[in-house]
């Protein structure tokens, strides 16, 4: 935080920063700036809050290496705001910088919360409805700014299920490009056809592809992915209705 502020900031930013501790199962290092006076807030108005964390870790035990986030200016309540509750009165977009290591990820990806919001789904083979269960989730980094994903998934076909496990490689959004799916491989897995692997190569497509999502009431737009030394780096646009959303629920 700035080392020169207006005691009203100090007050706020600090009563801001013990609320958000205490939503939070494990924190290293967390700051919130405030950016106002006492005048604005009064009136229900800020010039904007940032915030700056390392090694939060959230419910479910998904873990964010590093957090750096500017809001817009913002219109807010102002009795909550001066007890260092900021609840936005009309959503705020923001700018967040997410690092994330290779292990967070896959602690993520195979926890209760996310296996259950990305569970089941359709895939239309030849007119057929097939799902599939994921059932295991593992990412990594080969080298050359490139993410490897490996699966496995149920296949529930005809009132059977069987497993079949594929291996995905492509290439992170910049902010020129979107994703590129380079490769993708199946193993594990008998009797599977070129029809349901051509139909779950579409799916894994338009997963990754997925050109923003919902978040507890906040909308998320991925402009850059960048991997480097084993970290994935996000750039996101978000637009917010409360700082910080808790991690309870996500939608697509």
């Known amino acids: 935080m700035p080392e020169e502020r207006r005691l009203e900031e100090q007050l706020i930013s600090q009563e801001a920063e013990r609320r958000l501790s205490n939503q939070l199962d494990e924190a290293e290092q967390i700051d919130v700036d405030v950016q106002t006076d006492l005048f604005k807030i009064v009136q229900g108005q800020a010039d904007g809050v940032s ?4 090694g939060l870790v959230f419910k479910e035990n998904i873990r964010v290496q590093d957090i750096k986030l500017q809001t817009d200016s913002i219109a807010v309540n102002p009795l909550s705001a001066i007890f260092g509750q900021i609840e936005f009165n009309a959503p705020v977009n923001a700018i967040a910088r997410i690092v994330m290591t290779e ?23 030849e007119g057929e ?14 080298g050359n700014n490139k993410i490897q994903f490996q699966g496995l998934i149920a296949i529930k076909e005809k009132g059977k299920s069987r497993p079949l496990g594929f291996t995905a490689r492509f290439q992170p959004q910049t902010y020129a490009n979107s994703i590129i799916l380079e490769s993708f491989d199946c193993h594990h897995g008998e009797g599977v056809t070129l029809e349901l692997v051509l139909a779950l190569i579409q799916k894994v497509k338009e ?3 997925l050109p923003d999502f919902t978040w507890e009431g906040t909308k998320v737009k991925i402009i850059n992915l960048e991997v480097k030394q084993h970290n994935l780096i996000l750039l996101l646009e978000t637009q917010m209705r409360h700082i910080p959303p808790s991690i309870s629920e996500i939608s697509n």
């Not at 915030?51 to 390392?54: E, F, I, M």
């Open 51 to 54: 915030l700056s964390g390392k």
């Open 103 to 125: 292990s967070d990820i896959n602690q993520a990806l195979n926890s209760e919360f996310v296996q259950n919001s990305a569970k089941n789904y359709d895939l239309n083979v």
């Open 129 to 142: 409805i097939v799902s599939f269960e994921m059932q295991n989730m593992q990412l990594s980094f080969p």
């Open 207 to 209: 997963l990754v592809n």
